[in-house]
Nanobody, 124 residues
Framework: QVQLVESGGGLVRAGGSLRLSCSASGRTVSSSAMGWFRQVPGKEREFVAAIGGSGGTTYYADSVKGRFTISRDNAENTVYLQMNSLKPEDTAVYYC?????????????????WGQGTQVTVSS
């Protein structure tokens, strides 16, 4: 059984930084494309960042490009999302997701496994 557990969320002031972690069990992150998504109440879950199974391909939403960085540690079986220069509009529940393939995509419907989410709140 595949489990994804996010951590690292919290309350931070605008301009600050947080690093989210997604620890995987039941499947190695090196054999999976991994993604981060976020959702606010009343809105669709939206793509934030993704990384391919090889780690060489990354995609970012335009709204976070240049501020967020996705990375993976295969030895720790963990994926990270480093978030810098945070803005109040980054406030959301952040979810980690994994695919059964190494091919990275941005559509949430094509991800097979999801974590429970971690809250990120950015105050102005």
């Amino acid at each position: 059984q595949v489990q994804l557990v996010e951590s690292g969320g919290g309350l931070v002031r605008a301009g600050g930084s947080l690093r989210l972690s997604c620890s995987a069990s039941g499947r190695t992150v090196s054999s999976s494309a991994m993604g981060w998504f976020r959702q606010v109440p009343g809105k669709e879950r939206e793509f934030v960042a993704a990384i391919g199974g090889s780690g060489g391909t990354t995609y970012y939403a335009d709204s976070v490009k240049g501020r967020f960085t996705i990375s993976r540690d295969n030895a720790e079986n963990t994926v990270y999302l480093q978030m810098n220069s945070l803005k109040p509009e980054d406030t959301a529940v952040y979810y980690c997701a994994a695919r059964r393939t190494i091919v990275v995509v941005t559509q949430k419907e094509r991800y097979d496994y999801w974590g429970q989410g971690t809250q990120v709140t950015v105050s102005s």
